[in-house]
């Protein structure tokens, strides 16, 4: 078991836990992080060559994902196809508590190294598999990924406008999501080991954490007995009004009134309060029905004044708003900062990083400092001497067999080639 750093505010939640993550792009790994992050020792096991977002390439920032979903946690590189680095693994899982993986189904099974013998290594395993569609019925061995997965489920097709056409979310949901949902799941497995002393294996769907967020548009659909549209910035269930987004001078702020109090407040603020019993706007049912109108008289105020202007006075009455903040304005806003939603580090490889914090805040210790990210197989020799008792001699067997690949020092070349 890990000892985790001393932290203010007492001891971290999931100090003690032992982690084998072989999560693959973001779903996995993202959980895993925040078990990192929360005090778990977390020990990313990834095949010599590497996890696939460290194949990345194309543009400058193509591999940075991968060091914004693995801070915090050892990395070893392990060959499970051979047969020596099938035992190490077993050897690792005998003394894990929890292991994540989100391969296609059928993946672990294929190496033997399925949740059935797992679990027979260690009853006490919480095994949580995330998958894309689930481990059975139908579309199980679809292949799944972020955009498969906005593609099936609705999400794309109530995302855009009616002249775009679907198009996919800027965010990639489905994975987050996921990942989120796993580990809400891996701690209820742990809570229940602590009652029964018996691990078990779990799995999350990425479409099934997807689609409770298509909510309002599930719901135009029950009451409306049709597709819901695809209506832009717009209220998914067309059910509001104001609800969207509007041009300032300087670029976009967005609106919403969900109850009639707001829509009141709004009308003082832009300094029209008749408005407000105007019988078009009275209601929110009227509102809705005269939503083009709406749109117009909130974007004609908010276009004399540019974001900052016309956010201070919606504050003034606390009228839901928000300026559009673009990607480079969110990661250096102070809020978010002091928040750590967003953290400065230096990477040893990289140079300056901002990398991501937990979005969990427990009032009795406060979330780890994001650590860098590991390179490949840069804790092979201190993880698997510390958990296994290896010898120097026996680790230099094993890199000279390719169970482990070549030493990281010797892999630095094709770190900086891909920066």
């Known amino acids: 078991m890990s000892n985790a750093p001393d932290t203010p505010g007492g001891a971290q939640p999931l100090a003690g836990l032992t982690v084998l993550d072989l999560g693959q792009m973001y779903n996995g790994s993202y959980c895993g992080m925040l078990m990192a992050l929360h005090g778990a020792r977390v020990i990313k096991v990834e095949p010599p060559t590497g996890e696939a977002l460290r194949l990345r390439a194309g543009s400058p920032g193509a591999r940075l994902p991968l060091y914004l979903v693995n801070s915090g946690k050892k990395a070893v590189s392990l060959d499970l196809r051979s047969e020596r680095g099938h035992e190490i693994f077993l050897q690792l899982v005998r003394q894990a508590d929890v292991l994540i993986e989100n391969f296609a189904p059928g993946t672990m099974e294929r190496l033997g190294l399925g949740p059935d013998r797992l679990l027979k290594e260690n009853p006490r395993l919480v095994y949580a598999a995330s998958t894309g569609y689930g481990a059975g019925g139908a579309f199980a061995h679809y292949p799944a990924m972020d955009l498969t997965i906005q593609a099936m489920t609705g999400t794309m097709a109530t995302t855009g406008t009616v002249e775009s056409g679907p198009l996919k979310t800027g965010p990639a949901g489905a994975d987050f999501l ?84 707001h829509w009141a407040d709004l009308c003082q603020v832009m300094e029209q309060p008749q408005l407000a019993e105007d019988a078009r706007f009275a209601t929110i049912a009227s509102r809705v029905q005269n939503m083009d109108a709406v749109d117009a008289v909130v974007g004609g105020w908010v276009a004399q004044y540019t974001r900052a202007q016309a956010f201070e006075r919606l504050m003034v009455r606390h009228v839901p708003s928000a300026p559009v903040l673009s990607v480079s304005e969110v990661l250096h806003e102070p809020h978010f900062r002091q928040r750590g939603a967003v953290v400065p580090i230096e990477h040893p490889v990289m140079g300056p990083l901002l990398v991501l914090g937990s979005p969990l805040h427990l009032g009795e210790a406060a979330a780890l400092s994001p650590s860098p990210a590991p390179e490949l197989g840069q804790h092979n020799r201190e993880v698997l001497s510390e958990m296994l008792g290896l010898s120097g001699a026996e680790l230099d067997a094993l890199e000279a067999a390719g169970v482990l690949g070549p030493h990281p020092t010797k892999r630095q070349g094709d770190s900086h080639a891909h920066r």
């Open 178 to 261: 996921c990942g989120v949902h796993l580990l809400s799941a891996i701690l209820m497995a742990l809570l229940q080991r602590g009652i029964t002393g018996r691990g078990q294996k779990l799995e999350v769907a990425m479409a099934d954490a997807v689609i409770p967020s298509l909510a309002s548009s599930i719901a135009f659909y029950l009451g409306m007995g049709r597709e819901p549209p695809r209506t832009g910035n717009r209220h998914s269930g067309l059910a509001y009004a104001p609800y969207n987004v509007y041009a300032a001078t300087d670029g976009h702020i967005a609106v919403f009134c969900v109850r009639n109090e």
